[in-house]
T-cell receptor, first 112, second 118 residues
């Protein structure tokens, strides 16, 4: 699996956009970028995923650079409930399809 | 959206006993499910891949005789921690892949199960 690099922590003011970066410079052409978040004592929650085009859903937007070596997760209007650990994961393909390797993620703290 | 459910959410067992954790995909069929373990302040670590109708595949360093996995149907996988010891106390999480639906090929996680061995 391609390794990802994320900042260990970030802060964001409530109501502002939270932009979480992720580097995945060794990503392969058929690998997707997935974002999950984990709120304390809960299982990870799926946020969004993409291959090469930018994606948007009701939770967030995902911006992937043209060379696919990095991406940014955008929470447009962060709330206190968005405080969590955010994981950027590049998914393995083939027989290990669905197998996810978690790094340390980014601890996002949204403050009033 | 797709939901994966785990049961129990919390369990306390005595040292030396066995405990079973269930993982169910509620609105999709999952031929493959995954079991993770997470210790406090650490990231998730994959333990094994559960395959419907066949043996599970374990990650290096995970004892298959201690962590028994059964995937008897397309919606249920179970993890049994045998002869549990206090060091097995952890947060156990399962995931399953939804190959269909509008989300297509998305992996969903259960709520997790806290195991405390006393």
């Amino acid at each position: 699996d391609a390794k990802t690099t994320q900042p260990p922590s970030m802060d964001c003011a409530e109501g502002r956009a939270a932009n979480l970066p992720c580097n995945h410079s060794t990503i392969s052409g058929n690998e997707y970028v997935y974002w999950y978040r984990q709120i304390h004592s809960q299982g990870p929650q799926y946020i969004i995923h993409g291959l090469k085009n930018n994606e948007t859903n009701e939770m967030a937007s995902l911006i992937i650079t043209e060379d696919r070596k990095s991406s940014t997760l955008i929470l447009p209007h962060a709330t206190l409930r968005d405080t969590a650990v955010y994981y950027c994961i590049v998914r393995a393909g083939g027989t290990s399809y669905g197998k996810l390797t978690f790094g340390q993620g980014t601890i996002l703290t949204v403050h009033p | 959206g797709a939901v994966v459910s785990q049961h129990p959410s919390r369990v306390i067992c005595k040292s030396g006993t066995s405990v079973k954790i269930e993982c169910r995909s509620l609105d999709f069929q999952a031929t493959t499910m995954f079991w993770y373990r997470q210790f406090p302040k650490q990231s998730l670590m994959l333990m094994a891949t559960s395959n419907e109708g066949s043996k599970a595949t374990y990650e290096q360093g995970v004892e298959k005789d201690k962590f028994l996995i059964n995937h008897a149907s397309l919606t249920l996988s179970t993890l049994t921690v045998t002869s549990a010891h206090p060091e097995d106390s952890s947060f156990y999480i399962c995931s399953a892949r939804d190959r269909g639906g509008s989300s297509g090929n998305t992996i969903y996680f259960g709520e997790g199960s806290w195991l405390t061995v006393v």
